[in-house]
């Protein structure tokens, strides 16, 4: 066979192929509340991967270590639908490959009935519940786009009914209420192929973990992108700990 041939048949061969992104290209993740904490760890270890990461604060000129990672840093309330709007706005038809919905707050102070604060519960649910949906709802189009489909949101076993132990009024029944959100949108996108899970970041040395607690930062999202990056369709609507083990609802 000659050599023009040759080379015909082999690129006919690699165009009927299916384009698979090159080894060295690993996706594009957005991480939102990402200025400090766990969301910042999440970048700087993201970024050391081989990812592209855009990192998300609600005052990203304020964001300076994270703006020193070098990932695409944009501004994002995720209680603010305007906000929101605009970040998918900004963001056009980029494909997003892994969502990690980290944006979070926790009311230490309301543990008893006489302690709560009812505002501040509304907020928390703003936040930990419906922000995630929010974010999640208006970058479906980029998570379509991407090849990942991948949305994880970044829970607590505070928020397990069957763990649940009393105190923190707020914190565990927002948390609950992401759990529930994440089974529903992973039994809606499903048959999209997407893969919706929550996850448990340990007890972590965080501004909201206090110095005291178990496991370091640089621990805790080791832990969840090896189990984030091992994620598979079967895996959707699962609720795991930051080891990979799962919990109870």
């Known amino acids: ?20 992104a090159s080894a060295n290209d690993k996706g594009v993740v957005l991480v939102t509340g990402a200025n400090r904490g766990l969301g910042l760890e999440f970048v700087q270890q993201l970024e050391a991967k081989g990812y592209e990461v855009i990192g998300t604060a609600r005052s990203p000129q304020k964001a300076t270590e994270l703006n020193a990672t070098g990932a695409q840093v944009e501004q994002l309330d995720v209680t603010d639908a305007a906000s929101v709007a605009a970040l998918a706005k900004r963001l ?3 494909p997003i490959d892994i969502l990690i919905n980290n944006a979070g707050m926790l009311n230490r102070a309301d543990s008893t009935m006489d302690s709560l604060d009812f505002d501040v519960m509304e907020r928390s649910f703003q936040v930990n519940s419906l922000g995630p949906l929010r974010v999640t709802q208006a970058l479906l189009p980029n998570l379509n786009a991407g090849q990942g489909k991948t949305v994880v949101s970044i829970t607590s076993r505070l928020g397990s009914i069957k763990l649940s132990t009393g105190g923190l009024y707020s914190y565990r029944t927002s948390k609950t209420a992401l759990n529930q959100i994440n089974k529903i949108m992973s039994s809606e996108l499903a048959p999209q192929g997407f893969t919706c899970v929550v996850m448990h970041p340990g007890w972590v040395q965080t501004d ?13 999202i080791a832990g969840m992108l090896g189990v984030i990056e091992n994620l598979t369709t079967e895996s959707t609507g699962k609720f795991f700990n930051y080891d990979g083990t799962e919990l109870p609802w």
């Open 1 to 20: 066979m000659k050599l023009s041939s040759v080379l015909t048949t082999v690129l006919s061969v690699m165009l009927s192929l299916p384009f698979t």
């Open 208 to 220: 909201m973990g206090g110095p005291n607690a178990a496991l370091t930062k640089a621990e805790s």
């Open 92 to 94: 056009g038809d980029t």
